[in-house]
Nanobody, 114 residues
């Protein structure tokens, strides 16, 4: 089993930055892929960014150039640095991990004011 705990969400003005953290209960090396999803009110949950155990990253087109996913292997933690935030980025952000099964964190709210 993999337990995920997100932190770092909050309220920020447009153009501001936030860094989300996802702490895992086991080594990231034992997890194939970790990523961040978000769900805005009335919308489907969507992939924001992901990183594989080998370090390969992928981003949604809407966040390329603004968001960066990274990891600290020693801390078993994955980060999402969000810069130049827009109101459209508002939503609940969920950490996700794939091993033999998929695992979800509880989510952290990100609100970007105009």
């Amino acid at each position: 089993q993999v337990q995920l705990v997100e932190s770092g969400g909050g309220l920020v003005q447009a153009g501001g930055s936030l860094r989300l953290s996802c702490a895992t209960s086991r080594s990231i090396f034992s997890i194939n892929t970790m990523g961040w999803y978000r769900q805005a009110p009335g919308k489907q949950r969507e992939l924001v960014a992901r990183i594989t155990v080998g370090g390969t990253t992928d981003y949604a087109d809407s966040v390329k150039g603004r968001f960066t996913i990274s990891r600290d292997n020693a801390k078993n933690t994955v980060y999402l640095q969000m810069n130049s935030l827009k109101p459209e980025d508002t939503g609940v952000y969920y950490c996700y991990a794939e091993r033999y099964l998929g695992y979800w964190g509880q989510g952290t709210q990100v609100t970007v004011s105009p």
